[in-house]
């Protein structure tokens, strides 16, 4: 029975052919920097893409925060009476008066600033201020009613002016600053755009009899902040000193009864 043979042969052919066998072990050894280099890189590029897809994500949920806070309905501060117009008298080339009460009906303090669209022939009084929970204002709003032109409808007119009341919740009692909305964009609420309705001063309706009783609230109410606040208690003058008005009186009568003594003397 013949025997095989397995071990290579000692000729140099066969020496050859076994070291072309070992090559790829051998290449495999100096190949491991190449892998480490080209792992390092897929551990970059994949730190990239995350930090990348972080970032999509954060700017797609404030995007989408945006979005469902503009679809929500808007949480009224303030009531208006009336509740979306303001009736002027019509009377053309004389300045006219309008009037709105505005009511705070929220938990916390609320700023509320007029805007329109025809600055330099309207104004506001006040233009904005600050009410606490429950407290109302009315407010007068200045126009003047220009004549119309070739034959133009009282109607076209009104449709070229409109008002715009905003509310902003504020903390606490401060000062009233129109930068209070710039400051804080995105926490202002529209709370109504007015549309402007002229009433035909010869014809008496409630409209203008509502107008013309709030015009006198409003003047009444000016009337009352123009006046100094009345002193009650006793008056302190300098550091303290409490002016008692019957040790005053005294004080005169002796000085008195001491003058007509010296000039008995």
């Known amino acids: ?34 892998t480490t280099t080209l792992s390092s890189s897929y551990q970059i590029e994949r730190s990239h893409a995350h930090k990348k897809n972080e970032k999509y994500s954060s700017s797609s949920t404030t995007s989408v925060s945006s979005v469902v806070r503009s679809l929500l309905p808007t949480r009224r501060r303030l009531r208006l009476d009336p509740r979306n117009k303001l009736y002027f008298p019509y009377e053309p080339g004389k300045q006219v008066q309008s009037a709105i009460k505005i009511k705070n009906t929220s938990k916390s303090h609320a700023a509320f600033k007029f805007q329109t669209t025809a600055p330099k022939s309207c104004f506001m009084r006040p233009p904005g201020a600050i009410l606490a929970p429950g407290e109302t204002i009315i407010a007068t709003v200045f126009k003047f009613v220009e004549p119309p032109e070739n034959n133009e409808k009282p ?36 709370e109504q755009i007015l549309q402007v309705v002229f009433l035909d001063v010869t014809r008496p309706s409630p ?59």
């Not at 000692?10 to 072309?20: F, N, R, V």
Request: aromatic share 6%.
């Open 1 to 34: 029975m013949p025997i095989v043979d397995d071990r290579p042969p000692s000729d140099g052919g066969g020496s050859k052919l076994w070291g072309i066998l070992k090559l790829p072990f051998r290449s495999s050894r100096n190949t491991t920097p190449h």
């Open 155 to 190: 109607i076209d007119t009104k449709r070229k002016v409109k008002f715009k009341i905003m509310s902003l919740k504020v903390k606490g009692v401060i000062d009233y600053i129109p930068d209070l909305f710039d400051e804080q964009k995105d926490l202002v609420a529209v």
């Open 207 to 265: 409209a203008l009899e509502k107008l013309k009783r709030q015009l006198a609230e409003a003047e009444a109410a000016l009337e009352t902040r123009k006046k100094p606040p009345e002193e009650t208690g006793p008056k302190v003058v300098g550091d303290g000193l409490v002016i008692d008005e019957w040790k005053e009186r005294r004080e005169r009568y002796l000085a008195r009864q001491q003058i007509e003594g010296e000039d008995s003397i």
